[in-house]
């Protein structure tokens, strides 16, 4: 582009300079410094220079099939030769049709209403919004509280944001307090000892059950729950949890929302997790980043056909619901996530997520040998090695130090980590083999060794 370079320091220059980053730290400002991503192939990115990094992140959460996908490219510039955008507000277009239907096809239960939005923070905050319309119509304007968990995540959007309940992410933004109430964590690492995982699921459940009681069914309208809390720390909730939290949400009519931003699209080995992993069918269920495997923005909100047939039909004439966004239904958006899923069944890759877990999972879990590593946890291709290092001194500060150590030598050593604070997550593209799998956690190792020794 004329007056601009694109040599890799004037690049970095360009993003210092200009690019407010999310969750930018803002004492950094102008000093970041950020390695630069020029291409990507495969489970692989590459810097300026040629350098070869694993995706351990596997982007964030998202890149499933893998980078560079001639097929992905082609159907994208298809698209765009076909029909670039349509106005979703007074026409219809073929792909994002095709994909609706597609979806309402392989979502649990009786999800057959498909509302596009633009992402993941999107499409939580189009769930809450449908909860407050929807007890708005019944009558019921009280009934808007939204129950969550401590360590959820749920987006960035004002109310995405107001029910995630990540308390080291210290926000100066302002949020929803008033309708949402936090439940206590639901990590089975925290219970007291000698506790079982039967009696702190039961701990878990009568948490949810108090808080219904304490604020009134008639006051509450929604719980909204990860099927692993992935950015929290990859929790995995205990046995049987999300079902009993189902079963207590219908006794109260209070609706059960599955946010499967992360767990959708074969993370777990299955196109959702709500049913096929955890045996329930959620009221809502929200999906993106595996949707398009990142190639485009795209997030979907799944709506009951039980929850529809209350609010629309000739009685509710002149009824709208408005909410949406310029981009809902995209065309090439929804073109490139019917291409997504095609290479999805083409290839089998759930079921390959099936055959290389346990592998994946054993070299998680070996890592529980280091003195620095507290904990390791996961399930699917999804993982976290938590971190402590031992002494006195602010614990804050010590994960971080923790994570930015681990960070830095996993880059040298070719491997991008993602930490939060002491806490380094994996969700590697789907199509990761065993011996890249082994590639991947054979560095991570390394660097823990080396981080391990520096700490003594």
Same mark, same amino acid.
């Given at each position: 582009?004329?007056?601009?370079?694109?040599?890799?320091?004037?690049?970095?220059?360009?993003?210092?300079?200009?690019?407010?980053?999310?969750? /930018?730290?803002?004492?950094? %400002?102008?000093?970041? /410094?950020?390695?630069?991503?020029?291409?990507?192939?495969?489970?692989?990115?590459?810097?300026?220079?040629?350098? !070869?990094?694993?995706?351990?992140?596997?982007?964030?959460?998202?890149?499933?099939?893998?980078?560079?996908?001639?097929?992905?490219?082609?159907?994208?510039?298809?698209?765009?030769?076909?029909?670039?955008?349509?106005?979703?507000?007074?026409?219809?277009?073929?792909?994002?049709?095709?994909?609706?239907?597609?979806?309402?096809?392989?979502?649990?239960?009786?999800?057959?209403?498909?509302?596009?939005?633009?992402?993941?923070?999107?499409?939580?905050?189009?769930?809450?919004?449908?909860?407050?319309?929807?007890?708005? %119509?019944?009558?019921?304007?009280?009934?808007?509280?939204?129950?969550?968990?401590?360590?959820?995540?749920?987006?960035? $959007?004002?109310?995405?944001?107001?029910?995630?309940?990540?308390?080291?992410?210290?926000?100066?933004? /302002?949020?929803? %307090?008033?309708?949402?109430?936090?439940?206590?964590?639901?990590?089975?690492?925290?219970?007291?000892?000698?506790? =079982?995982?039967?009696?702190?699921?039961?701990?878990?459940?009568?948490?949810?059950?108090?808080?219904?009681?304490?604020?009134?069914?008639?006051?509450?309208?929604?719980?909204?729950?990860?099927?692993?809390?992935?950015?929290?720390?990859?929790?995995?909730?205990?046995?049987?949890?999300? !079902?009993?939290?189902?079963?207590?949400?219908?006794?109260?009519?209070?609706?059960?929302?599955?946010?499967?931003?992360?767990?959708?699209?074969?993370?777990?080995?299955?196109?959702?997790?709500?049913? /096929?992993?955890?045996?329930?069918?959620?009221?809502?269920?929200?999906?993106?980043?595996?949707?398009?495997?990142?190639?485009?923005?795209?997030?979907?909100?799944?709506?009951?056909?039980?929850?529809?047939?209350?609010?629309?039909?000739?009685?509710?004439?002149?009824?709208?619901?408005?909410?949406?966004?310029?981009?809902?239904?995209?065309?090439?958006?929804?073109?490139?996530?019917?291409?997504?899923?095609?290479?999805?069944? !083409?290839?089998?890759?759930?079921?390959?997520?099936?055959?290389?877990?346990?592998?994946?999972?054993?070299?998680?879990?070996?890592?529980?040998?280091?003195?620095?590593?507290?904990? $390791?946890?996961?399930?699917?291709?999804?993982?976290?090695?938590?971190?402590?290092?031992?002494? =006195?001194?602010?614990?804050?500060?010590?994960?971080?130090?923790?994570? $930015?150590?681990?960070?830095?030598?996993?880059?040298?050593?070719?491997?991008?980590? %993602?930490?939060?604070?002491?806490?380094?997550?994996?969700?590697?593209?789907?199509?990761?083999?065993?011996?890249?799998?082994?590639?991947?956690?054979?560095?991570?190792?390394?660097?823990?060794?080396?981080?391990?020794?520096?700490?003594?």
């Amino acid at each position: 582009m004329s007056g601009l370079g694109n040599t890799a320091a004037t690049i970095r220059d360009y993003d210092n300079r200009h690019y407010l980053h999310p969750w /930018d730290a803002l004492w950094l %400002r102008g000093e970041a /410094d950020r390695t630069i991503s020029a291409r990507a192939e495969g489970i692989y990115v590459y810097d300026p220079t040629g350098k !070869r990094l694993i995706d351990g992140p596997g982007g964030m959460w998202c890149s499933q099939i893998g980078y560079g996908r001639r097929e992905m490219a082609d159907a994208i510039a298809e698209q765009v030769m076909q029909l670039s955008y349509h106005s979703p507000w007074n026409t219809a277009s073929e792909p994002s049709a095709m994909l609706a239907r597609k979806l309402a096809e392989l979502a649990p239960g009786d999800l057959n209403n498909v509302f596009f939005t633009t992402g993941g923070s999107t499409a939580v905050d189009t769930a809450i919004r449908f909860v407050h319309f929807y007890n708005n %119509r019944l009558g019921r304007p009280e009934k808007k509280i939204v129950l969550s968990r401590e360590k959820a995540y749920h987006g960035s $959007t004002f109310l995405a944001a107001s029910v995630t309940g990540k308390e080291r992410s210290q926000s100066w933004f /302002d949020m929803d %307090r008033e309708r949402v109430r936090f439940l206590p964590d639901v990590n089975p690492a925290l219970r007291p000892p000698g506790m =079982d995982m039967d009696s702190w699921c039961d701990s878990k459940i009568a948490d949810l059950e108090g808080a219904i009681a304490e604020l009134g069914p008639d006051r509450v309208g929604a719980f909204v729950a990860e099927p692993i809390l992935a950015s929290g720390g990859v929790i995995i909730p205990p046995p049987g949890y999300h !079902r009993r939290c189902l079963e207590v949400c219908r006794a109260h009519d209070v609706l059960y929302i599955s946010d499967e931003v992360v767990t959708g699209f074969g993370r777990l080995g299955h196109w959702f997790a709500s049913d /096929d992993v955890f045996d329930v069918q959620p009221d809502l269920l929200t999906c993106a980043k595996g949707l398009t495997s990142g190639y485009l923005p795209l997030g979907a909100c799944l709506i009951s056909d039980r929850l529809m047939e209350r609010i629309s039909g000739p009685e509710h004439e002149d009824v709208l619901f408005s909410n949406g966004y310029t981009y809902s239904g995209h065309p090439v958006s929804c073109a490139a996530a019917l291409a997504n899923i095609e290479i999805f069944e !083409r290839e089998a890759l759930l079921e390959h997520v099936r055959a290389v877990s346990a592998h994946f999972l054993a070299r998680v879990h070996a890592l529980r040998e280091s003195p620095i590593v507290g904990d $390791t946890r996961g399930v699917g291709l999804v993982g976290c090695v938590e971190g402590r290092f031992s002494g =006195d001194g602010d614990r804050l500060a010590l994960d971080r130090e923790f994570g $930015t150590r681990i960070d830095r030598k996993c880059e040298e050593l070719g491997l991008i980590v %993602r930490p939060l604070m002491n806490m380094c997550v994996f969700s590697p593209p789907l199509i990761i083999t065993e011996a890249q799998i082994d590639e991947m956690f054979d560095i991570l190792e390394e660097a823990i060794r080396s981080v391990a020794r520096e700490h003594r």
